[in-house]
Nanobody, 125 residues
Framework: QVQLVQSGGGSAQAGGSLSLSCRFS????????MAWFRQSPGKEREGVAA???????YYGDSAKGRFTIAQDNSKNTLYLQMNRLKPEDTAMYYC???????????????????WGQGTQVTVSS
């Protein structure tokens, strides 16, 4: 049984930092893409960052230069470090795992099979 269990998040002031963790179990990580998505009320789920083979990283425009995705296979954990937060980063954040044919649409949520439970991030101005 595949499980992705998230922790972290919470509230921060604009300009501050928060971190998210996602502990995964029940899957053979080799070959899986891991990613972070976020969703605000009334908006579509947005790809934030993705990682493959714990090394190759990809970022959405909103995350470039501010967020860092990392993966530690020895701890079966995916991370998202969020710096220089903005109020528009406020959303529910989800980790996800999936087997993708290529990286062409790596931040498209429909490619991902397994999802964490979601963690709220709120940034105040």
């Amino acid at each position: 049984q595949v499980q992705l269990v998230q922790s972290g998040g919470g509230s921060a002031q604009a300009g501050g930092s928060l971190s998210l963790s996602c502990r995964f179990s029940g899957l053979i990580i080799s070959g899986y893409y891991m990613a972070w998505f976020r969703q605000s009320p009334g908006k579509e789920r947005e790809g934030v960052a993705a990682i493959y083979a714990a090394d190759a990283t990809y970022y959405g425009d909103s995350a470039k230069g501010r967020f860092t995705i990392a993966q530690d296979n020895s701890k079966n954990t995916l991370y998202l470090q969020m710096n220089r937060l903005k109020p528009e980063d406020t959303a529910m954040y989800y980790c996800a795992a999936g087997l993708l044919p290529d990286t062409a649409s790596i931040l498209a949520p429909h490619h991902y099979t397994y999802w964490g439970q979601g963690t709220q991030v709120t940034v105040s101005s």
